[in-house]
């Protein structure tokens, strides 16, 4: 699945990306509201992590998502 598919399905898909990124709270995934940028900030940002391994987390939830 492409990101514009996930991005114009953001309100399903959310969820799958709570369950992915626990320390996501709604508000933030409302924030981030199918922004791919947005997301791997909030990911970089909570989890600690570089920003190359954020872009990885991403693109393998793109991958991987069945919406």
Known sequence: MNWDQIQGKWKQVKGQAQQKWGKLSEDDLDVIDGKREELVGK????YGVAKE????QVSEFE???SC
């Open 63 to 65: 991958s991987s998502c």
């Open 43 to 46: 990911v970089q940002e909570q």
């Open 53 to 56: 391994e954020a872009e990885k």
